[in-house]
């Protein structure tokens, strides 16, 4: 009923920039939040970034000053601008969506695909 479309991710050398995009599309009814997680190999997944539908924004401490999250509530879809890329920020970046579909009674947690950042040093 809902899905989340990711592009964006690709190979970069350290210092570079890329500009990941998600959009939700489906049966929507609203949407509360909207944010990446990373997953690197062998560590566990953690929050990049986040961006609730009032505009409010959470960062890692590791991506602040260097990422930026942005929103387009028309389009139900989120941006995440990252400069000044490290080695260290490679990985899986999962686009997450916090959405009440139409017939549910309460939002629930949605996943994208993944799409891979590779940066070389």
């Known amino acids: 009923q809902v899905q989340l479309v990711e592009s964006g991710g690709g190979l970069v050398q350290a210092g570079g920039s890329l500009r990941l995009s998600c959009a939700a599309s489906?049966?929507?009814?609203?949407?509360?939040?909207m944010g990446w997680y990373r997953q690197a190999p062998g560590k566990q997944r953690e929050l990049v970034a986040r961006?609730?539908?009032?505009?409010?924004?959470y960062y890692a401490d590791s991506v602040k000053v260097r990422f930026t999250i942005s929103g387009d509530n028309a389009k139900n879809t989120v941006y995440l601008q990252m400069n000044s890329l490290k080695p260290e920020d490679t990985a899986v970046y999962y686009c997450?969506?916090?959405?009440?579909?139409?017939?549910?009674?309460?939002?629930?947690?949605?996943w994208g695909q993944g799409t891979q950042v590779t940066v070389s040093s």
């Open positions: 489906g049966s929507i009814f609203s949407i509360n939040a």
């Open positions: 997450y969506a916090l959405i009440r579909a139409v017939l549910d009674s309460y939002g629930n947690d949605y």
């Open positions: 961006i609730t539908s009032g505009g409010s924004t």
